[in-house]
């Protein structure tokens, strides 16, 4: 299970420059944010009218948001409790306040059938709460699948996350610019994180707190 | 909502008003919030740190110094002030004992909330662009492609400085935000903007260029260092301020002090909650104003409206029952509607619209901060009237001539002002009557109706202000309208100011009733022979004229201010009757109708002033040989003839005036008021005889010609609005019977085009309802303040009657006698009748001394501490009379006794002292014994009241 694991954001990042590379500046600037600060602020409410802002309140419907909010928050189901998480993401504030060291990113562990049923139901639903067509959704949903179940063929890549357990987020834009004729894979091969066992996540396939139902399915 | 006057007749101008044809007067709308949270602060502060610091047994003493002087808390501040002056040094000694000074750390405060404020304001912009926030353009300007964009809209918008561009990555909204220091301004593109920048390219130019048009305007600086002012005062301010008030109302003290003192303090956390309102209101109402002004310049800087077109339109927008609701809740919004947006991009109209809103909440700030500004001394009571006038008028005046620029250019209804001063004076109303300012310690002013004089007065300037607008805009249509606005506003707001100077100095104790007497105001002359024995209806008048605004002479009082009021409408008529001035709008017969009225007046004046003089010289003034009757009635008449001359004048000329009636009356009025002057001088000159003329000239000078321009002017604008209605009710009745005659004689005509007189009476019923009632309510408190004025009340004594009557004061309640009488015993009375037991216990001692001398030397010894025992009964009797009197008549009378028993003792001790045999002896030892009774009968009469713990 341990050569199988998978960092959340390098998923986004694959599935992004798969289905909507345009977003790919949005994936820049989120790099300089530890886990936990990205997921937080993609998660925050929308500003739609601040002083001296434009105020016309308009939001894009962006997959960034959706394809990590849902991939970490099926990760935390199935990977810990909700209480487990809390505590959690209360610890990382806390080491932001005082340490200000990032913390070690989220990884994604061997999923099962039903794991991997259940991520993309994650998917679905927080596209449709994000205003994402269906269709738009379906894509993104099996991109997800597909990204993590390819994941799964290639144990090779593994290897190469071990030497650095404990650094700083790994960037996760190109590192060159994009071309905007259309997607292209990664310059670098994925490079899956450390075990998600050491965090003490199941061996086996658990049972969700809260079952997501899809939406627009 | 503001109604408007009549019709322009120039046709729509085809393009849009340029919206930046006057200043927006946004910054001085900044202005007051920033003015009255300075004030507040300054206000607070002190406040705070003397409740935080003060020994509280010193700040009850202090404050039972008031109490032991017989001061009734409950009554009104006007009873309060007469019982104050009654023995004024005595309560001064008393209040000077227990000060607590805090001035050095109340100004260390302040200095720390200023800086605080500094701070706040240089950390805003790093706390919003945070690692954990925001990232550097560079960062995600993956392609390369947004920085010359970027660039390129900068060069657009011509700034001086680039702003700094940076990302939320996070953010899925398509907008940006302008923010910073003046130096260092930011922008921050949300992500949603950046992943469309080349989708909706449109879009991106649109809100960036929007973004920019905020610094193009300099809407950062004064915006974010309101920001960092407010935050700072909240905390370190208001809240400390609200619960140490909150302690004060609730939790310290006796319950029965804390009631007895409740209004007042309830007044006063109600004005702090009034401030919070007013600041956040009026800034959302103002940055809302600020969002039209950058869509218009991004547009202008060549954005497309496209993005403006699409955006969403809330449902059920302001429709039926929501209606109301949904304009509450807009008025909490940063932005206006996208409706208003879209519209105003075509049409900047609501950039130039009155409202009632900013109005309202502008008089409400103005009367808060005339509050708090009561801190500074006395002797700038001129600076802090000028500053709240100019802030008055100057928001009042700027939309105002705004509005009526639009009305002209887009040929819409040009606003008559009115109502513009009706909005003001509400809000003064509304903060005088929930703040402490006019109830003091009672729930509720007596006589509210005296406010009415300042809502009276908002209506007349802004009425005046809109018609001197309309009159300078017509005729100098060509030319930038900036300087003639700046001159249009400084006149009424230093008419204003004289009048708000004479309000604080005796008009604001109006609201308390008529307090004065007719015999204390005219003694106040100090003419030989005033106030005379029989004070018949003349002197009464006489009296109450002497009161009204043009009392106050002096050059602080900027009463020559309101000769302007005449002046700029002159200029302005003699300007638009020009040979080749366009658009004068009907006003055409202005200038010669107010010259001919102005001199038909003079004339009139002056035939007037002639038999009121040669009356005056037959009703034997001098009769009884002082000249005070006769030079006081040579100084008043006049001045009320010339007023009424002034009045009837403007009256009739406005009747009989269609345009600009208000200001050709006052300019009638003015010309009759110099006729009136001049012709009062001529004639007092003549009545004098031999007299040296400087004697009728300094008259002239020094009564009648401030108080022809000071109260005359206001009196004859008043009047021009009962002239005008009249004038209109003549014309309308003329119409009526006209129309019934026509339709006997020949039935309808349907293609006749109604008058534009017709056209008014049309108007809808409650419109004209609402100006009934306004009419109705000035004519009400006209009615209410003239039988409120009590000029038949006691004259005080021969000598030196008081300005303010020494009137009975009510008898204190049971509690309220109690409080004053423990006071008086706190403060400072059982302090004195210790003393004197002390004194006598010494002097006892020293006469028994005497008795038991066996010697000479014994004896002269002894006899040493009985005169040494003399002088201290003297002091201690004299500083015991020196203290305040006991509140109440017989508790006067056991401590008059209490004094006279112990002076007798000294009297007695000195002639024992002196001549040292039986006879002073036994007159000693009586006095002494009465003493000690005295004494006695005092502590326990004290004790059965309740003032001290019996012993």
Redesign the interface.
């Known amino acids: 299970m341990d050569a199988k694991a998978v960092r959340v954001r390098d998923v986004v990042r694959d599935v992004v420059t798969e289905v909507a590379p345009?977003?790919?500046?949005?994936?820049?600037?989120?790099a300089?944010?530890d886990d936990a600060?990205?997921v937080q602020?993609?998660g925050?409410g929308?500003?739609?009218?601040?002083?001296?802002?434009?105020?016309?309140?308009?939001?894009?419907?962006?997959v960034t948001?959706v394809v990590w909010l849902a991939v970490d928050q099926a990760t935390q189901q199935i990977v810990g409790t909700w209480v487990q998480n809390r505590v959690a993401r209360t610890g990382v504030a806390l080491r932001?306040v005082f340490r200000r060291s990032a913390p070690p990113p989220v990884v994604i562990p061997a999923l099962t059938r039903e794991q991997l049923a259940l991520v993309r139901r994650s998917v679905l639903t927080m596209a449709a709460q994000?205003g994402l067509e269906p269709e738009r959704a379906a894509v993104i949903a099996d991109a997800v699948v597909t990204r993590l179940v390819l994941d799964e063929t290639e144990p090779e890549t593994a290897a190469a996350a071990e030497a650095e357990p404990d650094g700083p987020p790994e960037p996760l834009?190109?590192p060159t610019?994009?071309r905007?004729n259309g997607p292209e894979p990664p310059d670098a091969p994925v490079q899956p994180n450390e075990a998600a066992g050491r965090d003490g996540g199941p061996e086996g396939p658990e049972q969700p707190d809260e079952p997501t139902r899809p939406a627009g399915t | 909502m503001v109604a408007g006057a009549r019709a322009a007749e120039q046709p729509a101008d085809v393009a849009p008003l340029d919206e930046r044809v006057l200043v927006a007067g946004t910054t001085l709308r900044f202005a007051l919030l920033l003015a009255l949270l300075v004030a507040a602060s300054v206000s607070m502060i002190p406040r705070t740190v003397w409740h935080l610091f003060a020994s509280p047994e010193k700040a009850d003493l202090e404050a039972a110094c008031f109490l032991a002087a017989g001061i009734d808390p409950s009554v009104s501040a006007n009873a309060s002030f007469v019982q104050s002056q009654r023995q004024p040094a005595a309560l001064e000694e008393c209040t000077a004992r227990f000060a607590q000074d805090f001035t050095t750390v109340s100004v260390s405060v302040g200095l720390v909330a200023l800086a605080a404020a500094c701070t706040v304001h240089r950390l805003l912009p790093l706390w919003r662009t945070r690692r954990t926030k925001v990232v550097p353009l560079d960062v995600v300007d993956v392609h390369g492609r947004l920085r010359p964009l970027l660039d390129e809209l900068v060069t657009v918008a011509g700034l001086d400085r680039t702003p700094r561009f940076v990302v939320d990555p996070a953010s899925q909204a398509t907008g940006a935000v302008a923010f910073g220091r003046p130096r260092r301004p930011v922008i921050r593109l949300d992500g949603g903007l950046v992943v469309t920048a080349d989708s909706e390219q449109e879009r991106f130019r649109a809100v960036v260029l929007h973004e920019l048009a905020h610094l193009h305007h300099k809407d950062i600086d004064i915006t974010y260092a309101t920001v960092a002012l407010w935050r700072v005062f909240l905390v370190l301010v208001l809240l400390p301020w609200t619960a140490v008030g909150l302690d004060v109302l609730l939790l310290r003290g006796s319950a029965e002090v804390r009631g007895v003192y409740a209004p007042f303090n309830t007044h006063a956390h109600v004005l702090g909650g009034l401030l919070v309102l007013a600041v956040y209101l009026s800034r959302l109402e103002i940055l809302r104003h600020r969002e039209i002004y950058a869509d218009l310049m991004a547009v202008r800087w060549g954005a497309s409206a496209q993005p403006w077109q699409d955006s969403p339109v809330r449902r059920h927008a302001g429709e039926g029952w929501r209606r109301p609701f949904v304009r509450i809740a807009a008025l909490w919004h940063t932005h206006p509607s996208p409706a208003l947006r879209r519209a105003s991009l075509t049409d900047p109209k609501a950039l130039f619209t009155l409202r009632a809103l900013p109005l309202l909440l502008t008089g409400l700030a103005a009367d808060i901060l005339v509050w708090h500004l009561n801190a500074l001394p006395s002797e700038f009571l001129w600076l802090s009237a000028v500053l709240v006038a100019g802030l008055v008028i100057g928001i009042g005046g700027v939309a105002l001539w705004r509005a009526v620029l639009y009305a002209l250019r887009a040929g819409g209804t040009v606003p008559s002002g009115w109502s513009a001063g009706l909005w003001l004076g509400l809000g003064v109303v509304v903060g005088e009557l929930t703040g402490p300012r006019a109830a003091m310690n009672q729930w509720l002013p007596t006589h509210p109706e005296a406010l009415l004089i300042l809502v009276a007065v908002l209506v007349l300037l802004m009425t005046w202000t809109a018609q001197n607008a309309e009159g300078w805009l017509r005729a100098r249509r060509e030319r930038p309208p900036g300087p003639a606005m700046l001159a249009g506003l400084a006149v009424p707001a230093l008419a204003y100011a004289s009048v708000l100077y004479w309000w604080r100095s005796v008009g604001e104790v109006l609201t308390d009733g008529w307090p004065f007497t007719t015999a204390g105001v005219l003694a106040s002359y100090g003419l030989p022979g005033l106030p005379p024995s029989d004070a018949g209806p003349l002197w009464h008048v006489v009296a109450v004229l002497g009161l009204l605004p043009g009392t106050l002479t002096g050059a602080g009082s900027l009463w020559w201010s309101q000769v302007l009021l005449w002046v700029l409408p002159v200029l302005a008529l003699v300007v638009a009757s020009r040979p080749g001035r366009e658009g004068t709008g009907g006003g055409g017969r202005s200038p010669v109708a107010g010259l001919v009225g102005g001199l038909t007046g003079g004339i009139v004046c002056s035939a007037g002033l002639a038999v009121a003089l040669a009356r005056l010289r037959d009703a034997e003034l001098e009769a009884s040989g002082a000249v005070g009757p006769l030079r006081l009635a040579q100084m008043m008449v006049p001045v009320l003839v010339i007023c009424a001359a002034m009045a009837l004048t403007a009256a009739v000329v406005a009747a009989l005036t269609d345009s600009r009636w208000l200001t050709t009356g006052l300019a009638a009025a003015g010309i009759t008021a110099l006729v009136g002057v001049v012709a009062a001088h001529t004639l007092v000159r003549a009545d004098a005889g031999s007299g040296p003329s400087a004697v009728a000239w300094s008259l002239s000078r020094e009564a009648h010609l401030p108080y022809a321009v000071a109260l005359g002017t206001p009196v004859a604008g008043l009047v021009a609005f009962v002239g005008r209605g009249a004038g209109l009710a003549g014309r309308g009745a003329a119409l009526l019977v006209r129309q019934v005659t026509t339709r006997r004689r020949a039935g309808p005509h349907p293609a006749a085009r109604p008058s534009p007189v017709a056209q008014r009476l049309l108007r809808p019923k409650w419109r004209r309802a609402v100006r009934l009632a306004a009419v109705g309510a000035v004519v009400t408190w006209v009615g209410a303040t003239a039988l409120a004025v009590d000029v038949s009340a006691s004259p005080g004594p021969a000598s030196l009657p008081a300005l303010v009557p020494d009137r009975a004061a009510p008898e204190p309640s049971a509690t309220v006698s109690r409080l004053q009488h423990q006071a008086w015993a706190t403060a400072g009375g059982l302090e004195r009748i210790e003393a004197l037991r002390t004194a006598e216990l010494r002097y006892s001692a020293a006469v028994t001394a005497v008795g038991e001398a066996t010697d000479d030397t014994g004896f002269l010894q002894a006899m040493d501490r009985v005169t040494s025992a003399c002088g201290a009964m003297d002091r201690a009797t004299r500083r015991a009379d020196a203290y305040l009197s006991v509140p109440s008549t017989a508790g006067q009378r056991m401590w008059t006794r209490v004094l006279t028993r112990h002076r007798e003792m000294t009297d007695t001790c000195r002639d024992l002292a002196t001549r040292p045999d039986r006879a002073t002896a036994e007159a000693a030892d009586t006095a002494r014994r009465n003493a000690i009774d005295s004494v006695d009968a005092m502590s326990y009469w004290l004790a059965e009241k309740g003032a001290i713990r019996p012993k």
Request: a positive charge.
């Open positions: 345009e977003e790919l500046p949005l994936l820049a600037g989120l300089g944010f600060t990205a602020r993609l925050g929308v500003r739609r009218r601040e002083p001296l802002g434009f105020g016309l309140g308009e939001v894009a419907a962006l948001p932001r994000r834009a190109p610019p994009v905007p």
